[in-house]
């Protein structure tokens, strides 16, 4: 783990050397809607375990950071623009991205799973989703694999895991997909309680990538 926090290190120093200016202040991204990997508290204070990598990061290297939150869709983006000088928000590794921006080695891996309601006998299959709606946060991996495997006509896009899943509480989906972390912690959850994990684990290293790393420019 000590090497591997070395190697994120490094490269976030790479980034505050291309800054131009030693000392001067490094900019975090994070998403603060997906939680338990990042969130806003009460406070409005960004949290979670991206969050803790990166405030771990910044100490290890003797850094001032801000951590900045920033919507899913203008992280890239916002990267590329300078808005901020890295990005650590469970970004999956993938071809696709590395043509615009660099990654750390992976700090998690991460496999998908389906939610639906208790006892609906939901199969996941072509057979089994034909006809039904399943939500999905927009520009993901998640939304990709629905995309390529069960076909666009059966998604239903959202800006974020916590809007999908009030939606999917609300009886307005048939089912949701997400990283299996995100949606084992919200069945746990009062909100969703009445829903389970269904079928068995997306792992499919085509679509969801070489794990979760750091993006920098």
């Known amino acids: 783990m000590k090497k591997r926090m070395a190697a994120w290190a490094a490269a976030l120093i790479f980034t505050a050397a291309g800054m131009g200016m030693a000392g001067e202040k490094i900019r975090i991204a994070t998403e603060g809607a997906y939680p ?20 771990a990061l910044c100490q ?16 890239i983006p916002g990267l590329m623009a300078r808005k901020f000088d890295a990005v650590v928000a469970s970004i999956s590794i993938t071809e ?21 309601k208790k006892g609906s006998g939901l199969v996941i299959s ?3 989703l034909k006809g039904k709606t399943v ?3 927009r520009a993901t991996i998640w939304a990709k694999y629905l995309e390529s495997v069960y076909g ?24 949701a997909l997400a990283t299996s972390f995100a949606m084992a912690k919200w069945v746990e959850s009062p909100d969703g309680q009445d829903f389970e994990l269904v ?12 794990g979760v790393g750091i993006a920098v420019r």
């Not at 409005?44 to 990598?53: A, C, L, N, T, Y």
């Not at 290890?60 to 992280?75: P, R, S, Y």
């Not at 590395?98 to 389906?114: D, H, I, L, Q």
């Not at 666009?152 to 089912?175: C, F, M, P, Q, W």
């Open 96 to 116: 696709e991205r590395k043509k615009s921006v660099a990654f750390t080695n992976p700090y998690y891996e991460e496999a998908g799973r389906f939610t639906a």
């Open 126 to 128: 072509k057979e089994g």
């Open 135 to 137: 939500g999905v946060q």
């Open 60 to 75: 290890e290297m003797k850094m001032e950071c801000e951590i900045v939150v920033q919507d899913w869709d203008g992280l």
């Open 199 to 210: 079928g068995e684990p997306v792992r499919d290293k085509q679509y969801i990538g070489e």
């Open 152 to 175: 666009a006509d059966i998604v239903k896009y959202y800006d974020s895991t916590e809007s999908h899943n009030l939606d999917l509480k609300a009886g307005r989906l048939d089912a």
């Open 36 to 55: 338990p990997f990042n969130f806003v508290d009460e406070s409005s204070q960004p949290k979670g375990f991206d969050v803790d990598i990166a405030n």
